[in-house]
């Protein structure tokens, strides 16, 4: 048996499940993405990270990876200034792009 936390009663999800579903997922988005010539997949740091390394390893089209990192101002539930704090490499207009966050709140960033 796993050491769970001493918050944690269970596990709902264990690891293996979730990396099944990680698999399905790229193995759709291989498979929306397929044809095209390089797809730019954006992660959202700091949060995106970990899931999207795990992503990337199953996605068997041409792709380029590139982090940004926004920071929000204003409250959290209603609308503010995104600020941008590191940008992409490269110009991404007129690119097929995919864009991995980890949580969406307010859709702004």
């Known amino acids: 048996m796993t050491d769970l936390h001493p918050d944690l009663v269970r596990i709902l999800i264990d690891?293996?499940?979730?990396?099944?579903?990680v698999k399905e997922l790229a193995d759709q988005i291989s498979?929306?993405?397929?044809?095209?010539?390089?797809l730019?997949?954006?992660?959202?740091?700091?949060?995106?990270?970990?899931?999207l390394a795990?992503?990337?390893r199953h996605i068997n089209v041409s792709h380029v990876v590139d982090f940004m990192a926004l920071s929000s101002y204003g409250r959290t539930t209603e609308s503010g200034a995104v600020r941008i704090l590191m940008d992409l490499r490269e110009p991404i207009e007129?690119?097929?792009?995919?864009i991995v966050?980890?949580?969406?709140?307010?859709?702004h960033t």
């Open 31 to 38: 498979n929306d993405f397929k044809g095209v010539k390089r």
């Open 40 to 51: 730019y997949i954006i992660g959202i740091l700091k949060g995106a990270f970990i899931f």
């Open 54 to 56: 795990d992503l990337t």
């Open 101 to 107: 966050e980890d949580i969406v709140d307010t859709g």
């Open 15 to 21: 690891q293996e499940e979730i990396q099944k579903r």
């Open 94 to 98: 007129g690119q097929h792009i995919l």
